[in-house]
């Protein structure tokens, strides 16, 4: 063994109590760290020959890179939809980096049977049926590629072809349907070999990002073959739902394969407020749902739920044959994207284990309340103006000034970015460049929105000659 090893062996103790020393320093000034930063490019070093230990690298670390670390888990961070950690997921976390077990065999490792206890859980919070099959994936992205690809086999099925075996070339292209997707369904079907530009959108409802259901029905009709249809559950400008319900009844009628994407709305399900936008969540065939994202969980973690075990299996057997039968251990092989597999249930068990319904319904419920009001705040400002009802926990207002450009928009950003108080990140909302908050974080409380506020109205009073193009 190297003597480096061997001296690290021995100094295990120290690494880790320095490591978690520093994390303390971290998350003890989340409160007031920026929580956006530009960060330029750092030189790049040569590869030492020579290592110098582990408290070595540690405090290189320290002084070189810790000090400009994005504070995106602190609370005043509302750029797209980023949760935090909370204390009982960052145990879990640092755990499965310790014990690092390779989770993909049912009965070689605790790993996996804690993976299934912790989908178990997923299953109760979501009030999804007993023949949902769960696994966790690395986040939404990879969720909605794997529903995708389980709905594309299932449209060979209907037309007897085995799409996993024989490729699905020579073959009419399987239609995605849906009214708002997220990007990463585009980018799914591109990675899929779908093609991105292929996808059938279909209308809204007028003010509004859901589905047109008689839109859908009326396609549903024309089109008269298979046809996946992903539909939207908590949108990421304004959070809005499709009726899943209603989308599900259309299943009696057409043959379709139903993805639902989850990601962040499926989390509406804590309220009793807003439960009912998931009702209807058990008509999906496959099931989009991140924890890195509401849970508060540390990334990367999102999970995969589906009906159709036996068309997973068919997506993503491994046939190596010392892998062997996909009903023994090692059965994630078969079942997931990822031969090899991170632990990372752990993190989210943890968290559920640690504050149980109650705790994450009030981080879910808080997020909601301190999301409208701001939204208030902003309805009644003059500098600015709501595109869109705060539905849950996303904020998507406007410059109210004419002729604000995107451009405009991203500077006036990356201003509040620089004073570092508060960060937003923009988007477009039905053409309009416009800018989101999104309040997903377990630590946010109404002083932060109102310090959130403040600094929006400060740094547009000292920006607003400059936004608009001369
Ligand atoms: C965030 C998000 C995704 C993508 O999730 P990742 O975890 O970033 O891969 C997909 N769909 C929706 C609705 C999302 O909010």
Request: charged share 20%; aromatic share 12%; glycine share 6%.
């Amino acid at each position: 063994m190297h003597p480096l090893l061997e001296n690290d062996k021995q100094d295990l103790r120290q690494i880790l109590s320095n490591t978690v020393t520093l994390a303390e320093e971290y998350l003890a000034q989340q409160e007031s760290l920026p929580p956006g930063r530009f960060i330029k490019d750092i030189p790049l070093e040569d590869i030492p020959e020579r290592g110098e230990s582990a408290l070595h690298a540690l405090e290189y670390f320290k002084q070189h890179y810790a000090p400009y670390i994005t504070n995106s888990a602190g609370p005043r961070y509302f750029g797209f939809v980023t949760g935090g950690s909370t204390p009982a997921a960052v145990a879990g976390d640092w755990l499965v980096s310790a014990y690092d077990q390779n989770a993909c065999g049912s009965n070689d490792s605790i790993a996996p049977q804690v993976e299934r206890q912790t989908i178990h859980f997923f299953k109760q919070l979501f009030g999804l049926d007993d023949i949902y099959f769960g696994s966790f994936v690395t986040g939404a992205t990879v969720s909605n590629q794997v529903g995708l690809a389980l709905g594309r086999q299932w449209v060979g099925e209907q037309y007897g072809k085995d799409f996993s075996a024989e490729g699905s070339y020579n073959v009419l292209p399987v239609k995605v349907v849906s009214a708002t997707p997220h990007s990463s369904i585009l980018k799914s079907m591109a990675i899929l070999g779908m093609g991105r530009n292929t996808l059938v959108k279909i209308d809204t409802l007028p003010d509004r990002e859901a589905i047109d259901i008689v839109a859908l029905e009326k396609y549903l009709q024309t089109v008269n073959e298979p046809v996946i249809v992903v539909a939207n559950a908590g949108t990421v400008n304004t959070v809005d739902f499709d009726d899943l319900e209603a989308i599900g009844k259309l299943k009696a009628k057409y043959p379709f394969w139903l993805h639902i994407d989850a990601a962040f709305g499926g989390f509406a399900v804590l309220s009793k407020k807003y439960t009912h936008l998931v009702q209807g969540i058990n008509h999906g065939d496959s099931i989009t749902i991140d924890a890195h994202k509401w849970l508060n969980v540390p990334y990367d973690a999102a999970m995969q739920f589906t009906r159709h075990k036996r068309i997973q299996l068919k997506v993503f057997q491994n046939s190596a044959a010392y892998l062997g039968d996909p009903e023994q251990s090692p059965d994630y092989f078969h079942y997931t994207p990822e031969n090899s597999r991170r632990w990372r249930a752990l993190p989210s068990w943890f968290t559920l284990k640690a504050y149980g319904r109650e705790g994450h319904r009030e981080i879910v419920e808080r997020n909601c309340d301190t999301a409208y009001s701001l939204g208030e705040k902003i309805k009644q400002s003059s500098e600015f103006r709501l595109l869109a009802p705060v539905r849950m926990n996303v904020v998507c207002f406007t410059l109210n000034q004419e002729g604000v450009t995107f451009d405009g928009i991203r500077a006036y950003l990356s201003a509040i970015r620089d004073d570092g108080r508060a960060f937003f990140t923009p988007t477009l909302y039905k053409g309009v460049p416009a800018i989101r908050a999104a309040i997903s974080n377990w630590q946010t409380t109404e002083a932060d929105i109102q310090l959130a506020f403040d600094v929006l109205t400060e740094v547009y009073q000292t920006q607003k000659h400059t936004l608009i193009p001369a």
